[in-house]
């Protein structure tokens, strides 16, 4: 018997070969395949009588093939032609390159073609159309057709997965899904909200009959998505103040004065303000949870120091766990001018180098393998831009003593407030948002192609001036896969063509091992490279002021809150800096986006006009501005937000535990676990 936690590759007909391009897609059970939702439909729903079809529609027709046959061109090319026919009359239908055709469609048999119209001389053909032949046991189904002649859904795909190959895995499994499949949400929140039940959503967002259904069934899919992300954090909350002990941490202030009096600069305003509200919490004994945001450069490590040496004045040990062994060294190296002074040890914890200090630098994975001998009293844990929610969560296990540590999120992805709320209801908010004084503003360039020479020139002009660059390659996929690192490498080669011979280039990707990374990095560092060439995904979280040029490819392809920060990584230094935006894409809305970088060097600004501008349709951009890991809410809808949040308050208050409500404890945990997915 299936049920919705069955491997996928249990079912008839998909096997390893199957599962293993499947798992590209996230795709491991019969449940993730269902929940593999249509980003977007062909509307093939019109069905036209032959004899009214008319030139430049998108439509579907039934008929009867009269004649199919290949013919070769002189150029060696395979054309098939067939003619279809209902009962008002006969249309040509033409497909390029697929001589197979001719196997599977045979004269006599009934047909659906869907596709657009087009005039050839003066009679209309159907050219390259989706096909479907109709046996009698689907015209007994509701929507006998699957590929034609409806509301066709269009899948996220991977290479050997087309949508075609989804649709028909879906139906085929799909009735017996439904038997098996329970509702989690609890019973009084269907029928109050007005939601479709789960099963009629999920059939309706692949199966519909028309656009309203469609709508309908994504609101309810959506609420679910926001409920359960609210009530995790919720849950966490209650679980942090209810279950757990922190050390109440003693505050001495003179020693702290004096810290703060010896740093190289001055704490900005909201750095004070943010230090403040920290250390307030680490004196109570509610384990703190907290989240930092600011800008890149912002200064946030000062004041992640500042409670480290609080936690360290108590006899507590901390941990700093960064999203790179690149950044935990640099981390390493920041706090040791820092920290070292007032007698504490900095240490570093990676793949080839383990030493224990007062505080330890690692990354997120890593420090799950630290065996703490002395209590750790504090974790700051660096996110940049993605946001592990699970991830954090799973560091605090592997904590678990008697008692908790201080947390501390800091992140420099410009989250508006509202936004922080539902993705991290559990964490208290300090925000960064004024910098250091005397920053520059980094001059900001939509290129277009036709200027891609002089923008290489001016490249050559900062490296004679003795200066250095950064290029990020072109966007090919969301996540550093071979496909991506072949397309870098592709490009590191052609890049080398573009520039004299004398300027030396260094190619950075995630496929690389540490040691080679950190030899590219730091031959950057000593200016033995002039170009680092990096990947979009790679972390270029390099602190080098002799760098002035970040120029990134496909850059439609980020969101405005990730240019901001690959933008940040230059203008650290003393020399005026330049961001070039390079883009192939001609959308208005898209230049227009982009073009808001020019003007705008706040990232919160950014932030919110990137939630602005991209509707419903482009959570899979959200997905990859890496707010989290969403496969349908809009995380712009207010309104939606507040009702899942209100639900979810409810129920917290009526049972955090779910010790009534079994499916949904259940539910949630395989959620968190989707949640952590590195996307
Ligand atoms: P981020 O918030 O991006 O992590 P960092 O903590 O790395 O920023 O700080 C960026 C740079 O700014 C560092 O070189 C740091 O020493 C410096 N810095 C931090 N606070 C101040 C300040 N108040 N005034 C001047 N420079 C500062
Ligand atoms: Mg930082």
Redesign the pocket.
Known sequence: MMNPQTPIEKLPGIGRYFSQKLRRLEIKTVEDLIYHLPFRYDDFSKIEKIQNVAPGEKLSVHGVVWQIKNIRTPRGKFVTTATVADQSGAIDIIWFNQPFLTKNIKSGMQISLSGKVEIKGNHLQLISPAYEIIRHSNLKMENSTLHTGRLVPIYPETEGVSSKWIRAKIAQIFPSYLKSVKDFIPNKIVPHQKFLDLKEALYKIHFPKNYQEVERARHRLSFDELFLLQFLALMRKKDRQETKIAHKMKIDIPKINNFVKKLP????SA?LKATKEILSDMQREIPTNRLLE?????????VAAIAAYVAYLNGFDTLLAAPTEILAFQHQK?LEDILSPLGMKVGIWTGSKKIKGHITCGTHALLLSYKDERQIGLVVVDEQHRFGVAQRAKLFLGQAKDLTPHLLT?T?TPIPRTLALTLYGDLDLSV?DEM??GRQKIATYVVPNYKRADAYKFIEKQIANKRQAFIITPFVEPSETMLSVKAATDEFEKLKTKFSSKIKLGLLHGRLKSKEKEKIIKEFREGKIDILVATPVVEVGI?VPNAVVMMIESAERFGLAQLHQLR?RVGRGKYQSYCLLFTDSRAENSLRRLKSMEKIHVGFELAEIDLKMRGPGEVFGLKQSGFVNLKIADLSDQKMISQAQSEAKKLIEEDWQLTKYPLLANKLSRFQSELAQPN
């Open positions: 600069f001055k704490l900005t750095q600011g800008d890149v450069g912002s200064g946030k490590t000062v920041t800091m420099a960064l250091p004084a602190d940040g």
